[in-house]
């Protein structure tokens, strides 16, 4: 299956669409390269900033992943507006257990370009971290893209 074209790359000449495909699949593949957890966050971000920079809504994604950190899947959940999504906590746990995850990063891009996370993701996240841990499922980080910025909840000590 083609990998698809982030909002951005649609308007390059086609031999650049394909570079950036071929990035995208790389990226991809570095993910889910067996046996390497996430112990290091560049691809995450780098595969992150590539999916979501450009968006002109936001959309909010997860990343499932197994008791070592690999990755099990990625799913976007919402998407919204130019300047909202509703996010369910319910949906957050239910597709965790559908992938019988057993830690999650979540993402979401601020088409503002501003990553400065907002008092209502805050109380979002807070939300599916409570409900995550009823069924076990740990949640590692949740990035905010803006542009080509990206600011970590857990390294902000959110989490």
């Not at 790389?26 to 993910?31: G, N, P, R, W, Y």
């Not at 067996?34 to 995450?44: L, Q």
């Not at 999650?104 to 971290?129: F, Y």
């Amino acid at each position: 299956m083609e990998q698809p074209l982030p909002l951005f790359a649609r308007e390059l000449a086609p031999a650049d669409q394909q570079t950036v495909r071929e990035a995208l699949t790389l990226l991809a593949c570095q993910l889910r390269e067996p046996g390497a957890p996430f112990t290091s966050s560049h691809a995450v971000r780098d595969w992150l900033r590539l999916q979501l920079a450009s968006l002109e809504r936001e959309e909010f994604t997860a990343l499932f992943l197994d008791n070592q950190h690999r990755l099990i899947a990625h799913e976007t959940l919402f998407t919204g507006t130019i300047n909202h999504t509703q996010v369910h906590p319910r949906e957050v746990v239910k597709a965790g257990l559908k992938y019988n995850a057993a830690a999650t990063v979540l993402a979401h891009n601020h088409p503002s370009g501003e990553a400065e996370p907002s008092k209502a993701d805050r109380q979002v996240t807070a939300r599916i971290q409570q409900a995550l841990e009823l069924v076990d499922i740990r949640l590692l980080d949740h990035l905010v893209v803006g542009g080509m910025e990206i600011t970590s909840f857990a390294e902000k000590g959110w989490l």
